[in-house]
Nanobody, 117 residues
């Protein structure tokens, strides 16, 4: 069972920045897709950003140009840099890792991000 521990959430003002980090208990290299999802109150969970072993990240349209996802397989971490935050970015953010071949899929416990003045 892979453990994912998120950190870095909190309160930010509109226009501010936060950086989320997700530490995996096992080698990240076994997962070809890593991503960040979010769920706002009363809404469905949505994919914010994902990144494969190679290539650049893919983003939800509303965060493109503001958020940057990265993965460090040596450190077994996945990060999400969030800039120019907006109130609509308020949600619980979840880290996810996925192995397409085995269909193994793991989630972190979530970290709250609140954007408010």
């Amino acid at each position: 069972q892979v453990q994912l521990v998120e950190s870095g959430g909190g309160l930010a003002q509109p226009g501010g920045s936060l950086s989320l980090s997700c530490a995996a208990s096992e080698m990240l290299s076994q997962f070809d897709i890593t991503g960040w999802y979010r769920q706002a109150p009363g809404k469905q969970r949505e994919l914010v950003a994902r990144i494969g072993v190679v290539g650049s990240g893919k983003y939800l349209g509303s965060v493109k140009g503001r958020f940057t996802i990265s993965r460090d397989s040596a450190a077994n971490t996945v990060s999400l840099q969030m800039n120019d935050l907006k109130p609509e970015d308020t949600a619980i953010y979840y880290c996810n890792v996925h192995n397409t071949m085995s269909a193994n899929d793991y989630w972190g416990q979530g970290t709250q991000v609140t954007v408010s003045s």
